[in-house]
């Protein structure tokens, strides 16, 4: 027998309901921002990649699927959306045709790294760019539009947390502070953190390894580092969060992964997930544009993790609204496609039994979840009428087949 990868999943019929409600949830509190959908490739070229999110990022460096196609091409399945995103705009000169860009994407990721509960190798995000505007208060009305899509999520316990990474001016200062004090410290470093501590030393201040967070303890933090600019930037964005009603906690512990962030910095948790229990994140990337070939544009975004959405989502059954159709007897099937066919055409989500005995198709009426079963056998043929069934109650009438449409119109859309 022939399995899944490792690490990419099947989603059966029975979860779907669940994707549904999250991605459409989103759309809805998207579309009410003013922002748009774009769809990528899911391949792309790995230089994309590489210059996009740094060389020195765990994701480039060990979890990227990458190869050789057979024009010699080295291509890459996309790890995150935002390159992929700065790329069409860039490509397609979107900033052109209209200088402020809001846009979102939903699909899936990929990434080797050994797969966990709500971290697979495939996996999916939803992901909000948001392009030409360098001001706090868009930062702020981003992080509030990431905080609103939790909410109408229904999730419980969320809890945004907010931070400044400083700029290309100041975070220097603050990366040679830290890696002075890790030095001293190395001997509590994860082998990954011995490494990143010269080539990336704040994303040691997000290792999830005890003895690395014992560590960090009392290390310098980024908030005695900042710029007068950066400063007043991110005092502006917290500003902008109390004006929108949009609770927050300030974390100055708080770093991205990727080397394009800067300045604001930002992630969502929600009760339900233990230790990991991050549900997304994201923040300023000033620079990524152009450092991807195009101008010089700021932007501002974040993503969530679907997976881990749908781990604090209660299970839910697809609501059937429709009908399903039963021929009783040889003669009635044809009309009984015919019906279908009719019912379809208005609108009405019509699904035919299998070809089997009555007794069957009505076993399969009752599993179906529709809660309405039409039966067509001789005597309605030669009448004209169609038998319906209530699924639930199961009482059944006669009803002429021009009075059908008026009958079924509150019970299946």
């Not at 999943?9 to 921002?33: C, H, M, Q």
């Not at 229904?154 to 931070?163: H, I, M, P, R």
């Not at 544009?297 to 009908?323: H, T, Y």
């Amino acid at each position: 027998m022939i399995t899944a990868v490792k690490g990419m999943n099947d989603i059966l019929p029975g979860e779907i309901a669940k994707w549904r409600f999250v991605e459409e949830t989103a759309r809805k509190v998207f579309s009410l921002y003013g922002f748009s959908e774009l769809r990528t490739p899911v391949v792309e070229k790995t230089e994309l990649f590489s210059r996009g999110m740094g060389q020195d990022t765990d994701v480039v460096e060990k979890q990227m699927y990458t190869f050789t196609d057979k024009g010699d091409s080295s291509l890459t399945l996309r790890p995150e959306a935002t390159a992929s995103v700065m790329r069409a705009v860039i490509e397609h000169g979107l900033l052109g045709q209209e200088p402020v860009q809001k846009l979102f994407t939903i699909g899936p990721m990929f990434r080797y790294e050994r797969p966990q509960k709500g971290r697979y190798r495939q996996f999916h995000q939803i992901n909000c760019e948001r392009l030409g505007e360098a001001g706090p208060l868009s930062d702020a009305e981003t992080l509030a539009l990431a905080y609103e899509i939790a909410v109408a999520l229904g999730l419980s316990g969320v809890v945004l947390e907010v931070n400044s990474l400083g700029c290309p001016a100041c975070r220097p200062a603050f990366k040679k502070a830290l890696q002075d004090f890790l030095e001293a410290k190395k001997e509590g470093l994860c082998p990954d953190c011995l490494r990143r501590m010269y080539t990336n030393p704040l994303r040691v201040l997000d290792c999830k390894v005890e003895t690395c967070k014992t560590a960090v303890e009392g290390a310098p933090e980024n908030s005695g580092y900042l710029c007068d600019e950066c400063r007043t930037h991110y005092d502006t964005v917290l500003a902008g969060l109390d004006a929108l009603y949009i609770p927050y906690e300030k974390n100055p512990r708080l770093v991205r992964g990727l080397d394009y962030y800067i300045r604001t910095a930002f992630e969502m948790t929600a009760k339900g997930l233990g230790s990991q229990n991050a549900v997304g994140g994201g923040g300023r990337y000033d620079g990524l544009v152009a450092a991807l070939g195009g101008n010089d544009v700021p932007g501002v975004g974040f993503a969530f993790g679907m997976e881990r959405l749908l781990m604090l989502i209660p299970d839910m059954a697809e609501e059937k609204k429709g009908c399903f159709i039963a021929a009783l007897g040889e003669n009635t099937k044809k009309e009984a496609l015919k019906l279908a066919a009719q019912l379809r055409r208005k609108g009405i989500r019509t699904e035919l039994a299998p070809e089997k005995s009555f007794k069957v198709q009505m076993k399969q009426a009752g599993k179906s979840g529709y809660p309405v079963c039409l039966i067509i056998g001789d005597d309605e043929m030669a009448a004209g009428t169609v038998a319906v069934k209530d699924m639930k109650t199961g009482v059944q009438d006669q009803v002429k087949q021009e009075d059908l449409l008026k009958r079924l119109a509150d019970i299946v859309r």
